[in-house]
C-alpha cells in the first residue's frame, strides 16, 4: 500500500523518482536542515538514493510523504509517519522549504498524517522529537495536542519528545 493523502491545500504522496530535485534543493539548505541531524545531499543521485532504497511504505503502510500545493503542483517539502524498528516508536516529522514556514502547512499535514495513523493504522501512539532550539517545530506539535514526554539528544544534541496517543486525538 503506498498512501496518499489529501487537504484542503496539499497533496501528500509517497516519494517517486521525479522528486528528487525537490528533495535535493530542501535538503541542500543549511537553515533546512540545521536541526535535523541530516547533512545536504551532495548531488541529485543521493536524493535519488535515499528515493530508491525507501523501504517503509512496502513494510509498515506509511512512511515519510512528498508534499505538493493543490492549486500549483509544487514540492513544498515531506511530512509523514515513519516506524522505528528498534524501538517500536512511530514518529511524526515534517522538513518543508523555507518559503513556505509559518503558512499552516506543517500543522496541516501532520493533522492528515495523524488522522490516518490513528485510523487507518489503528496506532495507539505517536511521538515526534525536535532539538530545543527548533521552537517552531516544538510549536507544531503543541497545535497537534502533543504533550511534552521527556528530553532526550537528537543527534547529540539537547532534544525533547513529544506524544500523543489515539485516545487524546479524539
Known sequence: MHPQLETERLILREMREEDAAGMLELNSDPEVVQYTGDGPFEDIDEALALIRGYDQYRKYQMGRLNMFLKTTGEYIGWCG????????????????????????????????????????????KIIATAMVPNTASINVMKKLGMQFSHQQDCDDKPGVVYVITKDQWK
Open 81 to 124: 509517519l515513519k516506524y522505528h524498528a528498534e524501538d517500536g516508536l512511530v514518529d511524526l516529522g515534517y522538513r518543508l522549504h523555507k518559503r513556505y514556514w509559518g503558512k499552516g502547512y506543517a500543522t496541516e499535514a501532520s493533522i492528515v498524517c495523524l488522522n490516518y495513523g490513528f485510523n487507518t493504522l489503528h496506532l495507539e
